[in-house]
């Protein structure tokens, strides 16, 4: 294992338990989690087939999420195989304007029952 994939493991765990300390103390779920993610990648940085794996499983994730930006619009993915370019920037248009909207971000509620454990 490289020594500097050792240093970072240890920084992200050391900064994943200050979050995760954080997050308790101010009763903070989202903090509490990005600990726990930190934590996680920690861990994965000692393995380099754990850390691909990941990297498939968050780009999976960022797929969906931008599938789910469209709003079913058919129309943009057609342009994508007439247009390219314009596509391309459209979809990025919607992932940007995702963070600028919290509504689409924080309007599912399929993780209401993990915080509430938390607590």
Same mark, same amino acid.
């Given at each position: 294992?490289?020594?500097?994939? +050792?240093?970072?493991? /240890?920084? $992200?765990?050391?900064?994943?338990?200050?979050?995760? *300390?954080? #997050?308790?103390?101010?009763? !903070?779920?989202?903090? @509490?989690?990005?600990? @726990?993610?930190? @934590? =996680?990648?920690? #861990? +994965?940085? =000692?393995?380099?087939? !754990?850390?691909? =794996? $990941?990297?498939?499983?968050c *780009?999976? $994730?960022?797929?969906?999420?931008? =599938?789910? *930006?469209?709003?079913?619009?058919i129309?943009? /993915?057609?342009?994508? *195989?007439?247009?390219?370019?314009? #596509?391309? !920037?459209?979809?990025?248009?919607?992932?940007? #304007?995702?963070?600028?909207?919290?509504?689409?971000?924080?309007?599912?509620?399929? $993780?209401?029952? !993990?915080?509430?454990?938390?607590?």
């Amino acid at each position: 294992m490289k020594e500097r994939h +050792l240093e970072l493991s /240890v920084k $992200f765990v050391e900064m994943g338990q200050s979050l995760v *300390s954080e #997050g308790r103390l101010n009763n !903070d779920y989202m903090i @509490t989690q990005a600990g @726990t993610f930190f @934590t =996680l990648i920690g #861990g +994965l940085m =000692l393995d380099e087939k !754990d850390v691909s =794996l $990941f990297a498939e499983l968050c *780009s999976m $994730f960022s797929a969906k999420k931008v =599938l789910e *930006s469209m709003d079913n619009d058919i129309d943009l /993915v057609k342009n994508l *195989s007439n247009q390219p370019k314009a #596509g391309y !920037d459209e979809i990025i248009k919607r992932i940007i #304007g995702l963070g600028e909207n919290s509504e689409d971000i924080n309007d599912d509620d399929e $993780f209401d029952e !993990d915080e509430e454990d938390f607590k």
